[in-house]
C-alpha cells in the first residue's frame, strides 16, 4: 500500500511570520488525516517552520543545489536544507525549467545531491500545451522520469516522489481530466518499473498537480495510481489545504 502525500508548493509567497501562523493553522486542521502531509515555504521561512516542532505536518523546501557548500552565490546546499529540517525537497518544478533553464540533466545532478544527503526528492515533470496537442506527452513527460532519474539506486526509489504536472494546468484553473492523468501517470509508473523492477514500480508514489483544489481533488485520489497531490495556489490558505488533505 502506497501512502497517499499531499504537498503545498508556496513558491513566492509568505513572509516569515505569514508561514508560521499558516503552518500552526495547518498543523491542527489535518491532526488526524492518514495522508502525509507536506509543506514547501521559501528557504527565508524554513527555519521558523522547523522549529515549531509540528508533528503532521512536514518540511519540504523548493530547490537545491548540487553542490555541498562553496563559492555559488545565492544557491542553497542539501546539507543547509538537512539542517534546518527539511525531508522533502521539489526537483525540477516546470517554473525552474521554464523560468531558469532548468534541463533534465541539471536537474538529475540535483536529485542525485538530494538523495545522496537524505533528503526525498519530488521531481515534477509535465507537458506543455503544444507538446500535449502534438500528442507527444508520454514521449515528454517519461523522458523527463528517466533522465530526471537516472543514475538513483534502485534501494532509494521508494523514497523518491515524482509529481505530474501538465504545464498548461499549472495556475490555470484548467485541470487535467482524472482519468487522462491517471493514464499518464500509470505510463511513469511502468517506466520505472522498466528502469528498475515492476515491484519498485509499484511503490513509488505518484502525484497529480495543476490546480488541485478541495472541490476538485477526489476526482484525481480515486484514480488507481494518483497517490496524492502537489497544490500550488490552493496551499496558501490553511482551510483550502486542509480541504484538499481531507479529500
Ligand atoms: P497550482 O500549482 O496548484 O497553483 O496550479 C501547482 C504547482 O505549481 O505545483
Known sequence: MRTPIIAGNWKMN???????????QLEKEVADSPVEV???????????????GLEKVKLGA???YFTEKGAYTGEISPGMLVDVGCEYVLVGH??????????NQLINKKLLKAVEFGLKPILCVGETLEERQAGETEKVVLSQVREGLAGVEAEKIPSVVIAYEPIWAIGTGETSDGEDANKVISAIRRAVGEMYTPELGG????????????GNVAEFMEQSDIDGALVGGASLKASDFAG???F
Open 94 to 103: 516546470s517554473e525552474r525549467r521554464e523560468l531558469f533553464k532548468e534541463d
Open 38 to 52: 507536506v509543506v514547501c515555504p521559501p528557504f527565508t521561512a524554513l527555519s521558523a517552520v522547523n522549529a515549531l
Open 244 to 246: 484538499i488533505v481531507k
Open 14 to 24: 509568505k513572509t516569515v511570520g505569514e508561514a508560521v501562523e499558516l503552518c500552526r
Open 62 to 64: 523548493q530547490n537545491l
Open 203 to 214: 511503490k513509488v508514489r505518484i502525484q497529480y498537480g495543476g490546480s488541485v483544489k478541495p
